[in-house]
Nanobody
Framework: QVQLLESGGGLVQAGGSLRLSCAAS????????AAWFRQFPGKERDFVAA????????IYGDSVKGRFTMSRDNAKNTVYLQMNSLKPEDTAVYYC??????????????WGQGTQVTVSS
């Protein structure tokens, strides 16, 4: 079992940046692929980004390509999501996931509790 804890969310103006962190405990995060998803009110969770266990080239959802960057530091047992050029439509709860692969939520076994990101216009 691995426990995931997101942090770094908050309120930012459009055009600004935030960096989300997802810290793992229980087991080494280096054993798992990891991903970020986001959930808009009343909607299903959408894929944002994923990266394999070794830190290979991430894959991104179309709406965040060129603006968001996923990275990981296995020594710190943490994955990150750097979000630049934020837009009001990026406002959502952002979730970290691990223990799977792909763009579907069903592909992952472990989830954090989420962190709210709000982008004001």
């Amino acid at each position: 079992q691995v426990q995931l804890l997101e942090s770094g969310g908050g309120l930012v103006q459009a055009g600004g940046s935030l960096r989300l962190s997802c810290a793992a405990s229980g087991r080494r995060l280096s054993s798992y692929n990891a991903a970020w998803f986001r959930q808009f009110p009343g909607k299903e969770r959408d894929f944002v980004a994923a990266m394999n266990w070794s830190g290979g080239m991430p894959i991104y959802g179309d709406s965040v390509k060129g603006r968001f960057t996923m990275s990981r530091d296995n020594a710190k047992n943490t994955v990150y999501l750097q979000m630049n050029s934020l837009k009001p439509e990026d406002t959502a709860v952002y979730y970290c996931a691990a223990g799977g692969w792909g763009r579907q939520t069903s592909g992952y076994s472990y989830w954090g509790q989420g962190t709210q990101v709000t982008v004001s216009s």
